[in-house]
């Protein structure tokens, strides 16, 4: 089954790429999303037209303003004839006017159809995606999560899948309109005057791309000023949130000059940004201003020399505006395309990515079987996939039986979690074999697996609903009955129902409402709840205070009875009571029996054991139950 996903060589720190560029790999992009459009294919093909219908709409309009114009200025103008077939009086004010208004009467119809099509097409297209993103995401095995960002994970489906509706329904729709308006617009011009046309394509357009790029080029600075002042903040919030050890190692003056050159750096951006927007408005009024001029003029003449007529005139004119207005929007609508294509290419990236063989089905009430686990590591080695040189286990060889309950031991980094991520699969190992029930952890489908499993980390994240919801995640078909027995059993009942809204009280973001005693207690009762045919328990009963650890370790007993149980913990009160106590030392397994067998020995768990003891004072309990 598949279980790994690519590696990346990508840098996790660096920002995702928001911008794709604008050829042909580029366009590709439109491809990989084809298998979302494709159901509205003709849906899509319809409002294509319909953009092209409402651009040629548009150049109509134009040219009936200039028709009005010029009978408004000539009234004799109409008997030249009118060059659009349009069954109306071309001098008369008020055919004109009826005429206009029916053409945009057409053309706003056309636009609500075009844009409620594209609408229902992308919001269908967008749903299919979001669901197939979001599954992607949650079907990565752990390895993938080592190198992303959660943030930048969260924003493929919000920020990037919102990039994707903006281009399909707004940016493809205006880079359609746009062409159009600026191809049949200079067709409309040349046939009124090709010297005139030359004219203005050899002014205006230059300096509005002028103009477009001397814009960027502020808009940098802009973004420069932004993060000065960004990182300038930065200092502010550092030194009042470490304001104690600011004060407590007089770094007061320090900080101060830390800011001072933040300070003098944003100045200095901020009057070089003033300097290049004064040149830029300078460079607006003579450029854009003196080429609308320049045609102005022109036209002017040969509207003086006979050469033009006034219709045709004034339809220049707004013919003129609206292609310059459409030759000016174009930078927009390809820097929209642009981050529409790289937001394209982010999602379907991780849509494509190799995934866990998982199934989305939702989990059955009833269990798939009642038979205890049984585990053996033959030979098994681990290292990071981006750390090859560090070895976490070397050579493990250990069985874990049916019913047995097997603790391991040993200091931070010798490997304890490591083990408890092999079994529950979320890492493979990288040499030798580990086997559940006989068959290698390989050949079991992830899905059914993990479902007779239940693991109550160290580190207890609960999900911001309520205290029943969180109980209720290991097991959603459960009774209410069955929740507060489980509850009971983790000895949660009480302070659960010592809330105004007992178990319907929200624990917030990660369960911040809670303690952490009381957090590990709720993943406690959701293993209760879960009652799992394999129990790993990673340090389960780390924040809880001594009086309370006692008192639910008799649970804890009760619930390891006769069920497979991986136990990995520092207390002795946690460990003594196992079946077997594994003793892991630098990735090995230095010393493995019972509590007193190992004592006996006189090695490296004794040595542990004594020196639990020896800080008593500070630990949770200072008995010879206190801790290893």
Known sequence: MARRASQTTQDPLAPPPNKRKLNRDGFRQFSRIAPYLRPHRIKFAVG??????????????????????????????????????????????????????????????????????????????????????????????????????????????????EAIRDTFTLVLAELVRQTIIIGGGLLALMTFSWELTLWMLGSLPVAILSAMFFGRFIRSLSKKTQQAVAESNTIVSETLTGIVSVKAFAREAYELVRYREKVEAVRGIALKTALWRGAFASFIIVMIFGAITLVLFQGASMLQSGELSSEQFFSFLLMTGLVAGSIGGLANIFGDLQRGLGAIEEVMDLVEEEREAISLEAEGEAKETGQRLTVEFRNV??????????????????????????????????????????????????????SIDGKPIADHALTPLRRRMALVPQEVILFGGTIEENIRYGRPGATEEEVRQAARDALALEFVEGFPDGFDTLVGERGVQLSGGQRQRIALARAFLRDPDLLILDEATSALDAASENAIQVALDRLMKGRTSLVIAHRLSTVRSADRIAVLESGRIAEIGTHDQL???????QELVEHQLDNGSTSAAATPDAGL
């Open 48 to 161: 294509i037209v319909l953009i092209t219908l409402s651009g040629f709409l548009t150049l109509i309009v134009t040219r009936l303003w200039g028709q009005l114009g010029g009978v408004g200025v000539d009234p004799g103008v109409g008997s030249n004839g009118f060059e659009l077939p349009l069954p109306i009086n071309a001098g008369d004010l008020r055919s004109i006017g009826m005429a206009i208004l029916a053409v945009l009467i057409i053309q706003s119809a056309l636009s609500f159809i075009r844009i409620w099509l594209f609408g229902e097409i992308t919001t269908r297209m967008l749903k299919a995606l979001r669901e197939d993103a979001f599954a992607a995401m949650i079907t990565q095995p752990m390895s993938f999560f080592d190198t992303r960002r959660i943030g930048d994970l969260g924003s493929r489906i919000a920020a990037d899948i």
């Open 381 to 434: 080695g681990f290292h990071y996939p981006n750390r090859a040189d560090v070895e976490v286990l070397k050579g493990i060889n250990l069985e874990l039986k049916a019913g047995e309950t097997l603790a391991l031991v040993g200091g931070s980094g010798a490997g304890k979690s490591t083990m408890a991520a092999l079994l529950t699969a979320f890492r493979e190992p990288t040499s030798g074999t580990l």
């Open 599 to 605: 004592m006996a020995l006189s090695g490296r768990y």
